[in-house]
């Protein structure tokens, strides 16, 4: 076998590689901006029916968890099939809904679009942040994984006993905890798209979507502390 065929069959297929993650990536950050127009729309909905607030912050959680874990479970078995985005679309919506309970208490104060849109800016920011970053370190992230999976299900249940403690102190901490840790979620999820690692857009934006919600929802909380203005 010539020996200049060898190489360049393998470049070919480095070719190939760099092109399928470049593709992954692209229509992961296309479906995540999409993502936003439905979360938008059920945080309105949720606003303007007054439907979040209907439910007590107990049966809040419950349908928020059930929810969401069910959605998930369903997008996972769905990633390579016509139903995938579409459930990953309903999910943002759903997701909206559940956040609008937030986004009217925030909103309801002197400040509070300004507010909103603050925390809009700081997530954006925390978004590009990571993405650079993510493009310009060579070292393997995998390993993090682990730890912020370990974090993640400490803020949740520590989330979920605050629900009946109800401590505005723990409630900072949490919030300022979530935003570090799910900034380095979106750091080593994209890195595992354009290490290779994540062949799929549609796992890539659900993981990559939820981190993004959780810094959202943690600085509009810290935003709506600190910085809310009674009417």
Known sequence: ????????????????????RNRVLRNTYWLLALSMVPTVLGAWLGIATGLSRAMSPGISAIVFLAGAFGFMFAIERAKNSAAGVPLLLAFTLFMGLM??????????????????????????????????????????LTGMGKFLFVGMILLLVAGIANIFIQSSALMITLSVLAIGIFSAFILHDLKRVQDGLETNYITATLGVYLSLYNVFQSLLALFGIFGGRDE
Do not use: E, H, Y
């Open 99 to 140: 956040l609008s309970r937030l986004v009217g208490t925030v909103l309801g104060l002197a400040n509070g679009a300004s507010l909103v849109m603050l925390a809009f800016a700081g997530t954006g920011a925390v978004f590009f942040g990571m993405a650079a970053l993510s493009s310009v370190i060579k070292r393997d």
């Open 1 to 20: 076998m010539n020996p200049l065929s060898s190489v360049t069959i393998l470049q070919g297929q480095g070719a190939g590689s760099v092109a399928q």
